[in-house]
């Protein structure tokens, strides 16, 4: 398409926007993530020598437009709604305004850190807000698909609201706090449950002992025989339940502990969860304290994908659209003003940006001739924080964990609706 483009001497300033179409079953929302990842490869955006050498060695492209390929970079413009921020079906959550040809290079990365950082950073919001305040720490990274994929996992779970990661790298890379425990092979290495728990636990003060490799509350004991030959010595933060009955383990657990007089000892859980199960152990006053949460939250188990799209909406000035079934596209750039009430959501407005709409606008500008603004504040924590407002200020009906039939309002404005039947009438 860019070769055809430059045949055509089609050089026109073009919008694309990204954003989905529709919620999946078990989502009220979607949480917006991936933003700084795609300003980063914009930024950076170029052909090595080896990708023309590549690409000529297709076949399919002129040697002109290579040597043009060896000086492209992105120099447009980037609006969008800031990591954190909910967003719903239609709504721009990337803008990226360029040349055609450079904005359709971009799409694919856009489209690719935006999806899996808002479909990850959705599903861990609803398992931190399950948690209820307890800790939730990210353990998914070896069932993630893929490497580069744990990495975003744990970065997207801790925009979210985790307290951390099991992985090292992303943690190093993120600047998140990592946490973990031992694993049930380091048990089996030693013939005796309470030799491991010694060797660790004189190893690493404040560690978690993994309880349930042989039997849980056969483990249980093991740490209180532990904590008594030990005295005041002993420093062992928390057990970890990671089998069984959950709810049932971790109040007999809790009883035992509290009996020897280990108040201060926390019980940490994991094995299968997701907000489901946590909220359902949370229900029954379960006295867990923590929860590792791994496969379920690392794919998104309930609502992998998305139906997202980058879309061209305007091409040199003018308003741009399709009508395909089910797919058509509100034409021109847009911008989505939000209302509330008393502080909660009540709405929002999809409109042309100088539309005077009641409400606080989303979109922002954070990149300007190819350069991230350094007046927007992209940083996890800025996205942490801002990621929490947001949840907060969600309607009731949108933090259930139940599916519900009420729709959050997203209406479009009267200029958009103009323009779109004004195109539909063109076409006719």
Known sequence: MAQAYVAEGMSGMAVFETFFRKLPRTRSYVMAAGLSDVLDFLEAFRFQSDDLQYLRGLGLFADEFLQRLSGVRFTGDVWAVPEGTVVFPNEPIVQVIAPIAEAQLAETFVVNQIHLQSVIASKAARVVDAARGRMVIDFGARRAHGTDAALKVARASYLAGAAGTSNLLAARQYGIPPYGTMAHSFIQAFDDELDAFDTFARLYPGTTLLVDTYDTLRGVDHVIEFAKRLGERFDVRAVRLDSGDLGALSKATRARL???????????????????????????????????????????????????????????????????????????????????????????????????????????????????????????????????????????????????????????????????????????
């Open 258 to 428: 509290d009996a020897a007089g280990l108040n201060q000892v926390q019980i940490f859980a994991s094995s299968g969860l997701d907000e489901y199960r946590i909220a359902a152990l949370m229900d029954d006053g379960c006295p867990i304290d923590g929860f590792g949460v791994g496969t379920n939250l690392v794919v998104a188990e309930d609502a992998p994908a998305l139906d997202m799209a980058y879309k061209l909406v305007e091409y040199d000035g003018a308003g741009r659209t399709k009508f395909s079934s089910g797919k058509v596209i509100y034409p021109g750039r847009k911008q989505v003003f939000r209302r509330l009430d008393h502080g909660v959501f009540a709405g929002d407005t999809i409109g042309k940006p100088d539309e005077r709409l009641n409400g606080e606008p989303l979109l922002v500008s954070v990149m300007k001739d190819g350069r991230r603004l350094s007046r927007h504040n992209s940083s996890l924590e800025a996205a942490r924080s801002r990621a929490r407002q947001q949840i907060n200020a969600l309607p009731p009906q949108l933090r259930s964990l139940e599916r519900t039939d009420w729709p959050y309002p997203v209406d479009v404005s009267p200029g958009i609706a103009r323009e779109l039947e004004r195109l539909r009438r063109a076409r006719q």
